[in-house]
């Protein structure tokens, strides 16, 4: 059996009710099994170069966002697919694609591995892949991660089935052997981890209005998932998983931890707690209950960062400020206050009612309380109001002396890597399990 019809047999499997990060385990094991050599093709020529699109693979209507008859629900600017339509790629081509997956292809890594850039050869493969250029970005398995075939199978699962101006695309994937890999379209920019924390030529500071554009876009492309019949919960919402193309149009990238919502009849799903410290929310990660609200605390830590400049958790700061949003927050109400903690290069250059008005939306995304915080498309629409009420941007500089102070000190970022750590100095990051509180 090809490795087409073999993957194609999984991904037929209907996920449990608890979850969708869940292979059948038969299916599984029999698809590996079956899984031929790098030369084999669904087609069962010997062109180790050919691809295929995975218009059979299909998902049971428990994985949501389809009506009753099948067809995707209706969303603004985006759909959901009742099943993927992704390229399948062989081994050996995206091997040559990212010039054997040379180090200094590399984009950045996490927990699932690590993610290369690459070249698709000719222009009818570009086309092919959908993203109407050569270049790609390659994920690619690393054989001792302890994420990886789950958030492998969650990625397909989603990606492969959503469609959004604000989501990343995925093109494909290969599946041979023991090697797993995702190919997306490549975003120019980077993250926006690297541009609010990163230092050197490569991060440009981020003016205000595009900070405002960056955050529309991301909270898009929340409140898209939120908009399904049956809600997808993103998870790990934080700013190394918003990607931007050449126009700082952002993306939501990395759904390796996405869940299917709760039904209508309940608030939250009870799962194992996953995520980033400092970007969970705290009732998350005290009971294990994921609400779709859950994703609204995540992007008002977001909110924060881009006032600040500052990382969600940074041991090198001061005792009491580790935690960015423990420490901010009293400041957020405050007028005064808040100048003395927006972010310093901005060089004051910001429109002081609008940043009081996203540092009072973020106070809101911040409710302990998840029924307390606004839906996604309350925020889209509150943003979108910022953004067309704007003022012209202040000259003058504006200083903060707890930033000229951490700066002065020399204090280094954290490395730019694909995934933002859940601890600093430590595996770089990483998602991983986060301990319940007592």
């Given at each position: 059996?090809g490795?087409?019809s ?14 969708t ?5 038969v ?6 099994s079956?899984t031929?050599?790098?030369t084999?093709t ?11 699109i995975?218009?059979n693979?299909?998902?049971?209507a ?5 009506t009753?008859?099948?067809s ?10 009742p099943?993927p ?6 081994f050996?081509e ?5 010039r054997n997956?040379?180090s ?11 993610v ?5 050869d ?8 959908g ?6 970005a390659?994920k690619?398995?690393?054989s001792e ?9 969650s ?7 959503l ?7 995925l093109?494909g ?12 379209e ?32 991301a909270?898009?492309g ?8 049956r ?10 998983n918003?990607?931007?193309d ?8 990395d ?8 039904t ?6 009870t799962?194992q ?32 960062e ?5 990382r969600?958790?940074d ?8 935690n ?5 927050k ?6 005064r206050?808040?100048?003395n903690i927006?972010?310093l290069r901005?060089?004051g ?5 609008s940043?009081?008005?996203?540092a009072?939306l973020?106070l809101?995304?911040l409710?302990?309380?998840?029924k ?12 979108e ?5 704007n ?13 000229t ?9 954290l ?6 750590p ?12 986060l301990?319940q509180?007592?």
């Amino acid at each position: 059996m090809g490795i087409c019809s073999s993957i194609c047999a999984s991904l037929h499997h209907t996920p449990s009710s608890s979850s969708t990060d869940q292979f059948s385990s038969v299916a599984a094991s029999q698809a590996t099994s079956n899984t031929t050599s790098s030369t084999s093709t669904s087609s069962g020529s010997s062109s180790s170069s050919s691809s295929t699109i995975s218009g059979n693979s299909r998902f049971s209507a428990q994985s949501g966002g389809s009506t009753n008859e099948g067809s995707p629900t209706p969303t603004p600017a985006g759909h959901m697919l009742p099943h993927p339509n992704l390229r399948i790629f062989s081994f050996s081509e995206l091997k040559a694609a990212t010039r054997n997956f040379r180090s200094d292809t590399v984009l950045g890594e996490g927990g699932f591995g690590k993610v290369y850039k690459g070249w698709l050869d000719d222009k009818s493969s570009a086309r092919a892949a959908g993203n109407g250029s050569s270049v790609i970005a390659v994920k690619k398995l690393n054989s001792e991660s302890m994420q990886g075939f789950q958030e492998w199978q969650s990625e397909v699962n989603f990606l492969g089935r959503l469609s959004h101006p604000n989501l990343v695309k995925l093109l494909g994937y290969c599946w041979e052997d023991k090697e797993l890999l995702l190919v997306y379209e490549f975003m120019q920019k980077g993250s926006l981890e690297n541009h609010l924390f990163g230092r050197g030529s490569a991060a440009q500071p981020l003016p205000w209005d595009i900070r405002l554009k960056i955050l529309i876009g991301a909270a898009r492309g929340l409140a898209f998932l939120h908009a399904s019949d049956r809600k997808v919960i993103y998870r790990d919402f934080k700013a190394s998983n918003i990607l931007l193309d050449g126009s700082y149009h952002a993306k939501i990238s990395d759904f390796g931890l996405a869940k299917m919502g709760p039904t209508a009849s309940r608030s939250h799903v009870t799962t194992q707690v996953m995520g980033t410290y400092g970007y969970a929310a705290p009732e998350y990660v005290a009971t294990g209950h994921l609400y779709v609200k859950s994703d609204v605390y995540g992007f008002g830590v977001v909110l924060v960062e881009m006032l600040t400049g500052l990382r969600a958790l940074d041991t090198n700061r001061p005792s009491g400020q580790h935690n960015l949003v423990d420490w901010i927050k009293p400041h957020l109400s405050d007028r005064r206050k808040l100048k003395n903690i927006m972010d310093l290069r901005l060089e004051g250059r910001y429109p002081s009612k609008s940043a009081l008005q996203i540092a009072q939306l973020a106070l809101n995304c911040l409710e302990n309380e998840p029924k307390n915080r606004p839906s996604m498309q309350e925020i889209v629409e509150t943003l979108e109001r910022i953004d067309s009420a704007n003022e012209r941007p202040r000259e003058r500089r504006v200083h903060s002396s707890y930033q000229t102070v951490n700066h002065r000190r020399g204090q280094q970022p954290l490395p730019l890597q694909y995934r933002s750590p859940l601890h600093p100095r430590q595996e770089g990051n990483r998602a991983y399990p986060l301990p319940q509180r007592s």
